[in-house]
């Protein structure tokens, strides 16, 4: 007979009196199956622990590794404005702020490590014995020498070792 009630169920069979009754003790969770138990919780917060914590180590090494990409590629533009202003006017500039004014460069760049305008401007040799030297015999006596190459004057070392003053 619950068969046959089952099969035939329709819209008038709530009206009939055919309800399917639940028991209030079925509301009530087994023990056994009320929530996490201390040892899984504790456990999810240790791996979130350390996935945080290798993240924040990944995002710190990605900021240094930035920060160096950013002083070789302003040391690259700097060198490359020199060599320009040496191409064009015959001789080296006498300061970096000399590439500014001439408009060689838009404005200093500051160095990322230090954040502050601090390059190490590399006077240009007027030892005979240089090989790089420049000549300041003859018509060229009366040009400064000028700086000819320009360093970091951050303290330290880069990630693979590199001092910053010795970026290429």
């Given at each position: 007979?619950?068969?046959?009630?089952?099969?035939?169920?329709?819209?008038?069979?709530?009206?009939?009196?055919?309800?399917?009754?639940?028991?209030?003790?079925?509301?009530?969770?087994?023990?056994?199956?009320?929530?996490?138990?201390?040892?899984?919780?504790?456990?999810?917060?240790?791996?979130?622990g350390?996935?945080?914590?290798?993240?924040?180590?990944?995002?710190?090494?990605?900021?240094?590794?930035?920060?160096?990409a950013?002083?070789?590629?302003?040391l690259?533009?700097?060198?490359?404005?020199?060599?320009?202003?040496?191409?064009?006017?015959?001789?080296?500039?006498?300061?970096?702020?000399?590439l500014?004014?001439?408009?060689?460069?838009?404005?200093?760049?500051?160095?990322p490590?230090?954040?502050?305008?601090?390059w190490?401007?590399?006077?240009?040799?007027?030892?005979?014995?240089?090989?790089?030297?420049?000549?300041?015999?003859?018509?060229?006596?009366?040009?400064?020498?000028?700086?000819?190459?320009?360093?970091?004057?951050?303290?330290?070392?880069?990630?693979?070792?590199?001092?910053?003053?010795?970026?290429?």
């Amino acid at each position: 007979m619950k068969r046959m009630r089952d099969e035939g169920r329709g819209m008038n069979d709530e009206k009939l009196g055919f309800r399917e009754e639940v028991h209030p003790s079925s509301l009530i969770p087994h023990p056994c199956q009320r929530g996490f138990t201390l040892i899984e919780l504790i456990v999810v917060v240790t791996i979130i622990g350390i996935l945080a914590g290798v993240a924040i180590s990944n995002v710190r090494y990605a900021q240094q590794k930035t920060r160096e990409a950013a002083l070789r590629h302003d040391l690259f533009e700097i060198r490359k404005a020199i060599d320009d202003y040496y191409a064009d006017k015959q001789k080296y500039p006498e300061s970096l702020q000399t590439l500014v004014a001439d408009h060689y460069l838009r404005s200093l760049p500051k160095d990322p490590i230090t954040q502050h305008s601090d390059w190490v401007e590399v006077p240009a040799s007027t030892d005979p014995n240089d090989p790089a030297a420049i000549d300041t015999s003859g018509d060229n006596a009366a040009l400064t020498p000028g700086i000819i190459d320009v360093h970091s004057a951050a303290p330290g070392n880069a990630m693979d070792g590199t001092p910053y003053k010795d970026f290429p």
